[in-house]
């Protein structure tokens, strides 16, 4: 999928390639992804990783997702909205997806233990508001640096944080798989923001822990940044986790920025 | 799946626990006819082939324990998306419930009860089976108050899998060593830190780290040490506290170094000389091989009587004689000194005899003595029996000592407890009710359990072939299985008799086999035939060496000899003449006299003795005679006018055309 994002101007300001796979080894796809585009207005990209329940992971990430595109495409003040309302409006939305996925969970055992990460990024001319909740991860990327906006809330990454494991331990840990943090999980939520800012030469990636397990930063950099098309940059990051195991659904969104591979209008 | 048979033999009955990642219910067995807990995994194994078989492996390693504080696991099976385990079925409750209902336990029950613990620990270490995962929710609890630890290896094996978990599935980590937190290797001394939280609940009732998150609780077992119990509860003794202090050492190299050290441990921490016991500590020691636990030489008590002497009164004897060489210098207050404590230790003595003797003992040999000779033996050397735990022993016939633990010929402090195992004899086994179930198949199913001598006893009987129809012993009956000799009426089926040719029987001869054959001979039939005599069996139904059962029907068909030919008839029109007498003929209009005629027929069903026509005639008659003859035959007929023979012919079958 290939979506263009238009500034007031005319003019494109960044491209979206959205690739989600099921992996090697699932059954079954719980991941989730999506770019939203309001005319003259924001863009909104979401990629959701979905868990437990019986095929709660499937509904949690699409259901987070879908709300999260229904009511951005509903926003009638697009126009009029500063960075700090569509940051209101981004909590808001977090915390109604929260309820309503935490009261199907209660209310059906079939979706009992399910919820889901969520990272979604609103781009709002050259700035990012950067929503996240669990360890789905948000990276800029460009030529000199890779850098990852946001912090896993994972069980390794706070024993990492607190100085008790090693990089090494925290990767091959057992319990790396385990979040503190996610949607529709408990009764309420509380995500965390991050600001970002493009510039001509900044990538943008979303991504789930399928490609972040297994695919170490200096190669998604390598890839991201070298010469070629977006689109294919996008599946062959999906493709290296694949040979790497493809234990888990891998899902990316990529965004270039606006002065690489412009054609004119 | 309540009502559901699963692996074609355990009937679900009902739910009755249910975990992250599995559920268990009561089933029954109905095979052995048995109550089971069947845990069935909530887990997809699809495209998890090494899961599985990781899985499946530390469930099989598990049935290998034997313990009577492990829970049984009889069985580990899958059935179509099924994985299951069949355990022993406890009812009863888990710790956990047990200590949310009744905690803080007193003192001499949490120890009671982590004894058991540390002793299923000790021996499923002792088999090179980590646990991993030990909680009280993995600890049921019957009704008379003992534990049973289930759940070795499997909770973790599960939890390797690749799928993101959030908190609601996560499983507790108030159990889990600092080791495991920090994502290493579970070894046998991370089962020996979470011994030490369990006891440490047990005590207070309560988790000694606990937080909002699994990552806070994981953290401050990281970080902070095991807070103290008697804090809480200054009547926990010193020693009671220690066990918990070494057991949670975060460096698993100041714990204990086994379990079974633990354990050993566990037998004296109640004993009085232990409770002023300094508070453990990590050595401040850079030399980690020099490592020590600090626990006080006291002199023991010893214990002639059973019940326990909690005498506080008693100074330690030791501290007194250090005393008494540092202040030799003193002589004047020595003196009366001296003379108190010569009063109070030959007082003492008076009432601990061996107060000043020997402090540790050898624990004597007692396994074979009966059991009131090994108590008494183990006592008069000073030692408690502290528990007495009845259990199968093959070895030992019922009532004798089978083992002590610890064994015979270690040193031990006087006064520490031993516990003694006494055989209930060899293992036995209840036989269910077999009757009406396959031969084949349970004898099988015994020979798997050990029973060597098993007989059967053909009967014939209306049940299918196979079934058994009585056992001896009955139902009911607890027996050894190796030395059982298990007798089984089997039926047969329906007798069955090998079905004779009946070819040519005649009739009477029909009648014989039948008396003698008990078969039910039926003529159903009666048809001609060539080559079979009249009135002799032609066919039979079914044929001769049928296999039948006793009282079955035979059909036969009998022969009415061989098919005749058409029977012919020669019919000739004879005009049978009347002659009037020639004497007298002159008076014309007399009347005419009559004459007699007799016809005579000689053919298939008239002979020529007696005339088949007789009758007068005055004038001309005509006659039809008809002569019948079978094949072969020869025949004819005569015709008589008074005594005369008027006509006469005869006729040969052959001659028809």
Known sequence: ?????????????????????????????????????????????????????????DYASSTAVRILGEQFVKVDSAATMDEEDWKEWLQETVMHVNRTLYDVAENDKEYKGMGTTLDAVLIHGDKGIVTHVGDSRVYTINRNEISQITKDHSFVNIL???????????????QRNWIMKAVGSEKTIMPDFYQIKF???????????????????????????????????????????????????????LASPSTSEVSPQ | ??????????????????????????????????????????????????????????????????????????????????????????????????????????????VKIMRQLVSAIANAHHNGIVHRDIKPQNILMDAEGNVKITDFGIAMA????????????????????????????????????????VFYELLTGELPFSAETAVAIALKHLQEETPSVRLSFPGIPQSVENVILKATAKDATYRYQSAEEMYEDLLTVLSPERQHEEK???????????????????????????????????????????????????????????????????????YWPTLFGPKTALIPEVVGLEEAEAISLLEENG????????????????????????????????????????????????????????????????????????????????APKGQILKQTPEAGEKVVPEETEIVFTVSLGKEMKTLADLTNYTENELKDYADKSHFNIRIVNRIESDSVKEGHVISQKPSANAELEKGATVDVVISKGKEKPPVKYFVDTVTIQYEPSTVEDDEEDTDPEPQTIKIYIQDSKHSMTDPVAEFTITEDVKREITVELEEGQRGGYKILRDSSIIAEKTFNYNDAE
């Open chain 1, 1 to 57: 999928m290939e979506i263009g994002v238009f500034d007031k101007r005319g003019g494109r300001v960044l491209r979206f390639e959205v690739v989600t796979d099921i992996g090697k080894k699932r059954t079954v796809n719980e991941d989730s992804a999506a770019v939203f585009a309001i005319q003259d207005g924001p863009t909104l990209a979401v990629v959701a990783d979905g868990m437990g329940g019986h095929r709660g992971g």
């Open chain 1, 160 to 174: 990492l944080d607190s100085g008790e494991i090693t990089e090494e331990e925290a990767a091959k840990h057992p």
């Open chain 1, 199 to 253: 510039d001509g030469q900044t990538y943008l990636l979303i991504c789930t822990d399928g490609l972040s397990n297994k695919v170490d930063n200096a190669r998604i950099q390598k890839i991201v940044t070298a010469d070629g098309d977006l689109h294919d940059k996008a599946v062959k990051l999906v493709e290296l986790a694949n040979e790497l195991g493809g234990e888990d659904n891998i899902s990316v969104i």
């Open chain 2, 1 to 110: 799946m309540i009502g559901e048979r699963i692996g074609g033999r355990y009937e679900v009955l009902k739910g009755i626990g249910e975990g992250g990642m599995s559920k268990v219910y009561l089933a029954h067995d109905i095979i052995l006819d048995r109550d089971v807990a069947i845990k069935v995994l909530n887990y997809d194994f699809a495209n998890e082939q090494d899961l599985k078989k990781r899985f499946q492996r530390e469930a099989l390693s598990a049935t290998s324990l034997t313990h009577p504080h492990i829970v049984n696991i009889f069985d580990v099976g899958e059935d179509e998306e099924l994985h299951y385990l069949v355990m022993e079925y406890i009812e009863g409750q888990t710790l956990k419930k047990f200590i949310q209902m009744n905690g803080p336990l007193q003192v001499h029950q949490a």
């Open chain 2, 158 to 197: 599960l939890s390797a899998t690749a799928h993101t978990k959030t908190n609601s599935v996560i499983g507790t980590v108030h159990y889990l060593s600092p080791e495991q937190a920090r994502g290493g290797m579970a070894t046998k001394k991370s089962d020996i830190y979470s011994l030490g939280i």
């Open chain 2, 280 to 350: 453990f500590t990590i050595p401040f020691d850079d030399d980690r091989t020099r490592v020590i636990p600090i626990i006080a030489d006291t002199s023991k008590a010893d214990h002639s009587e059973k019940t326990k002497i909690l005498n506080p009164v008693i100074p330690d004897p030791l501290p007194l004689q250090q005393k008494k060489k540092k202040k030799r210098k003193k002589w004047p207050i020595i003196v009366g000194l001296s003379a108190l404590l010569l009063a109070i230790a030959v007082l003492l003595f008076f």
């Open chain 2, 383 to 462: 030692f408690v029996v502290e528990d007495k735990i009845e259990d199968y022993s093959d070895e030992y016939p019922a009532g004798q000592v089978f083992r002590i633990d610890p064994e015979a010929n270690k040193k031990r402090e006087i006064g520490s407890a031993i516990i003694v195992y006494v055989s209930t004899g060899k293992e036995t086994t209840e036989l269910t009710n077999y009757v009406d179930r396959d031969y084949e198949e349970i004898v099988e199913f015994l020979q798997d359990r050990g029973f060597g001598k098993i007989r059967p006893e053909w009967v014939h009987n209306d």
